[in-house]
């Protein structure tokens, strides 16, 4: 993950675009119900019964580059007060519309 000049950079190795759009947020708790709340386009949605293989809680947001169409994951994951960040392109299983624009 890449921030230049508050600007989140698109994961394509290929692209240097700054236009990244948020179409999805979820945040996982494990806890014993396994539950989740995530915004999409379409509103807030919460769950409950999830599975994670993870311990702890679980943030996840996806975004849609506006130049090479791409989506970029970043996962933030905790740990004995270490906070990991990773990004990746992931495969095309979101949407393109945005959870907010101006
Ligand atoms: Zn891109």
Known sequence: MEIKDEH???SNPECD???MHPVYVQVKHAGKKGQS???DS???WMHQ?????DRGTKI???FWCEWCHEHTEVEFLFHKGSTLVM???TPDTYSSDTVWRD
């Open 8 to 10: 989140l950079i698109c």
């Open 60 to 62: 996840n947001m996806v």
């Open 42 to 44: 379409g509103g807030v």
């Open 87 to 89: 990004d990746r392109i």
């Open 17 to 19: 675009s700054e236009f």
């Open 49 to 53: 019964g999830i599975s994670m293989k």
């Open 37 to 39: 709340v995530s915004v």
